[in-house]
Each structure stands twice: as structure tokens, then as C-alpha cells.
Nanobody
């Protein structure tokens, strides 16, 4: 059973930074592609970033140049460093993991991922 637990959300002013963490237990972390998604009130969940088993990263257009995804296989943890935050970044952020190991360089869709965390709230004030 794979479990994901996010942490690091909170309230920050526009222009500030936050780092989200996602601790993964169960299965083999190092061979999994990992992703971050977010969902704002009244909107659909959207892709934020992904990192595969070879550390290849991909980003959604709204966050390119501001967010950085990384992973630490020794700690079974994936991170999302968020800089230059904007009010429109306000959302619940979800960590996700693919069930199938290895695979392609990037996965952008919710259905590509098999395991999800409970989400962590990020609120950016103007």
C-alpha cells in the first residue's frame, strides 16, 4: 500500500515562497514518477509539475520559471519549491505517484497517477 503525506502549506504574501513536501511510504519510491497538482475553489484540478525516475522535470505553463520540483530518493520525498507566489496560486496542492515504475519522461494527466495525498492548502494574499 502506497501512502503519500503532504506538508508545508500555509498562508504567504504575494511574492513570497513556500516549500511543499510529500513523504511517500510503501513500494519502491526511486522508480516512480511523481507529480504535483492543484485545485482552486470552483476550478478543475490542474497539473503543476512532475519528475520522473531519471529526474526529468516538467511544469505547467502558469508555474514555469517560478516553481521547482525535486526528489530525494534517500528520504522517499518529493518537494515543490514555490517562489514569486501570486494570489492565483491559491489552491489545495496534491502530491501524486504513478503505480507503474519507470516509464515516460513526463505525465500530465490525473489518470496517469494511481496514488494521491490528502492535499495541503496554500493561500497567497495580495
Amino acid at each position: 500500500q502506497v501512502q503519500l503525506v503532504e506538508s508545508g502549506g500555509g498562508l504567504v504574501q504575494a511574492g513570497g515562497s513556500l516549500r511543499l513536501s510529500c513523504a511517500v511510504s510503501g513500494g519502491t519510491f526511486s522508480s516512480r514518477s511523481m507529480g504535483w497538482f492543484r485545485q482552486a475553489p470552483g476550478k478543475e484540478r490542474e497539473f503543476v509539475a512532475s519528475i520522473n525516475w531519471r529526474y526529468i522535470t516538467s511544469y505547467g505553463t502558469p508555474v514555469k520559471g517560478r516553481f521547482t520540483i525535486s526528489r530525494d530518493n534517500a528520504k522517499n520525498t518529493v518537494y515543490l519549491q514555490m517562489n514569486s507566489l501570486k494570489p492565483e496560486d491559491t489552491a489545495v496542492y496534491y502530491c501524486s505517484a504513478r503505480g507503474t515504475p519507470y516509464g515516460s519522461s513526463a505525465y500530465y494527466a490525473e489518470h496517469d497517477y494511481d496514488y494521491w495525498g490528502q492535499g495541503t492548502q496554500v493561500t497567497v494574499s495580495s
